[in-house]
Nanobody, 116 residues
């Protein structure tokens, strides 16, 4: 059973940057579209970025131009580079498959807090 472990979150001031990592304990099927999701308190989990095996990426409008998703299939790792962070980016961030959604058990996530 693949386990997903997210890391790299923290407290940062508005305008700052963070790089999140998602490492799988087993092999992530390269055919899966992988994505980063986030969930703020009282809100539903939302998809913010996704990447196909051919490195084609898509972004939510709220993060486009600020976030960059990447993946290294050989390392079973997905990254999320987050720049120009805003307080509204504060949330717990998770990675998982997109189509279908959540094939693997959800990890613990990594908390990102952006202060104004």
């Amino acid at each position: 059973q693949v386990q997903l472990v997210e890391s790299g979150g923290g407290l940062v001031q508005a305008g700052g940057s963070l790089r999140l990592s998602c490492t799988a304990s087993g092999r992530i099927t390269s055919a899966y579209v992988m994505g980063w999701y986030r969930q703020a308190p009282g809100k539903q989990r939302e998809l913010v970025a996704s990447i196909r095996s051919g490195a084609i990426a898509d972004y939510a409008a709220s993060v486009k131009g600020r976030f960059t998703i990447s993946r290294v299939n050989a390392q079973n790792t997905v990254y999320l580079q987050m720049n120009s962070l805003k307080p509204e980016d504060t949330a717990a961030y998770y990675c998982n498959t997109v189509f279908p959604r959540g094939v693997y058990p959800w990890g613990q996530g990594t908390q990102v807090t952006v202060s104004s």
